[in-house]
Structure formats: C-alpha cells, structure tokens
C-alpha cells in the first residue's frame, strides 16, 4: 500500500520546539521531492518546505531561520524540525510527495498530525 504516515505532532509552548517525522511505503522515495505543508482552522493549506531529490529545500518566510526539513532517504523519511514555535504554527500538518507527472502539484498525502502551540 503506498502511503505517507505522519507523526510528533502534539502540544508545545511558545518558544518550545517539536520533531515531525514522516515514514513513505510502497513507493520509490528517493527520486521524489517531498513537503511539509499546513492547514490551520479556516485557513487555506499553505506550504511550509520542501526538499527536492538531491537535498535542496525552500521555506515559507514564515518558518526561515526556525524549522529545518531533512530527509533520509534509506529510511524512507522526511522530518521537519522546528524551532521558537509560535501560536500560529498551531495547524494541522501534512508530509506530501510532489508529483513526477504534473510538478505543480503534489500526489500523495499523509494524514496529518495536528501542531498546537499554547501556554
């Protein structure tokens, strides 16, 4: 079954810090680039990074300088550490797989993990 399965999310507080991490099966993984995007209640799902095949990222301006998306590719895993966590960072969070086919879009999607920062 080919699927991307989230985890780490949960509860943080302002300036605290959380690990996403997000396991790929029954697909190729390597020649993917893969992203980390992010819905919050109301809100449209907006991109938050992303890493390309060879390791190159792009980050919301939102999140420059406080989260780091890293990828293993033995593992099959793509991880989004973050940093000074805000109150709106809280959203849902979403591993996806950009497509091979149509790269403006992407073609699979995990099931997310919600993200809740509060004191």
């Known amino acids: 079954q080919v699927q991307l399965v989230e985890s780490g999310g949960g509860l943080a507080q302002p300036g605290g810090s959380l690990r996403l991490s997000c396991k790929a099966s029954g697909t190729i993984f390597n020649i993917y680039e893969m992203g980390w995007y992010r819905q919050a209640p109301g809100k449209q799902r907006e991109l938050v990074a992303s890493?390309?095949?060879?390791?190159?990222?792009n980050y919301a301006d939102s999140v420059k300088g406080r989260f780091t998306i890293s990828r293993e590719n033995v593992k099959k895993m793509v991880y989004l550490q973050m940093n000074s966590l805000k109150a709106e960072d809280t959203a849902v969070y979403y591993c996806?797989?950009?497509?091979?086919?149509?790269?403006?879009?992407?073609?699979?999607w995990g099931q997310g993990t919600q993200v809740t920062v509060s004191s």
């Open positions: 890493i390309s095949s060879g390791g190159s990222t």
């Open positions: 996806g797989r950009r497509s091979l086919v149509s790269p403006y879009e992407y073609d699979l």
